[in-house]
């Protein structure tokens, strides 16, 4: 019989996060779900008593990071696959964000992640196994008007975990960096922080609530299989693509950018570096 698994998810209590935590619990794996409120939890506990264990917190404090994976660890004694999935939206335009908000959402989205990676890595190279999902989004590879702040964020962290995986894979450590697309996972309801809109910027609004439209994406559920197979793989990829729609944008925007280069290859070999 296969020992199960033991599951760390940051931002556990709804979207991907949830989703995720709900089938891993469903395999007989075991979870440490994290959030800054786990109330919404209770209601998985409840189901499954003795396989989830909810945690109280904000991946942005660094000490309390480094506290919860050490209890998490010392929970059912080791940890097999880590989701770095808390984050929220920063949402308007560059010129309207404050540097309080700015800063707030790199401390989530990005030195979160940093926070949690840090704090897991010894006792993953400790036991010689593990996984590590670093959730980043389809559109890490470059940014959107009013989504700026967001887009740099998962970038930073794409980046971050590029590099990250060349480290620990001599450990037996395993980098993915899931690139998931647009899913109803409430990040443009509650995990929302508004700028205060700024009137020159009401036209570009409008054009892209016209491009988005009204379809919030389909349930993230429908994407926890993928994970779940993801994880299962003995030899995962660095980067994978979740939802097929999303697969055929990146793909787009991927050739877009070589056809850019292209046209300025000229431009761009006078300069001998």
Not at 198 to 219: F, I, S, V
Request: glycine share 12%; hydrophobic share 45%.
């Amino acid at each position: 019989m296969t020992e199960p698994r033991v599951w760390f998810i940051t931002g556990a209590t709804r979207g991907l996060g949830r989703a995720v935590a709900e089938a891993a619990l469903a395999t007989g794996d075991r979870v440490i779900g994290a959030a800054r409120d786990i109330g919404p939890l209770a209601e998985l506990a409840g189901r499954y008593p003795d396989n989830l264990v909810s945690l109280p917190l904000d991946v942005a404090d660094r000490p309390a990071v480094g506290q919860a994976v050490d209890r998490a660890a010392a929970t059912f004694g080791r940890l097999d696959v880590v989701v770095n999935n808390a984050g929220g939206l920063l949402l308007g335009m560059l010129e309207e964000t404050t540097e309080e908000q700015i800063r707030r959402h790199f401390d989530v989205n990005f030195f979160g992640a940093v926070w949690v990676t840090q704090a897991v890595i010894p006792h993953l190279r400790a036991q010689g196994s593990g996984r590590l999902l670093q959730v980043t989004s389809m559109g890490s590879g470059g940014g959107v008007a009013s989504v700026g702040p967001y887009a740099a964020g998962k970038a930073a962290l794409d980046a971050l975990s590029q590099s990250v995986a060349m480290e620990l894979e001599p450990f037996g450590i395993r980098v993915t960096i899931v690139q998931p697309g647009g899913y109803d996972t409430g990040l443009y309801t509650v995990g929302t922080t508004a700028t205060t809109p700024d009137p020159a910027y009401e036209p570009l609004r409008q054009k892209l609530a016209e491009l988005w439209g009204d379809d919030a994406g389909p349930a993230p559920g429908t994407a926890a299989p993928v994970i779940m197979a993801l994880v299962g793989l003995p030899d995962p990829p660095l980067r994978l693509i979740v939802g097929s729609r999303s697969y055929d944008l990146v793909q787009q925007m991927e050739q877009a950018r070589v056809a850019e280069y292209r046209s300025w290859e000229q431009l761009s070999r006078q300069a001998p570096g």
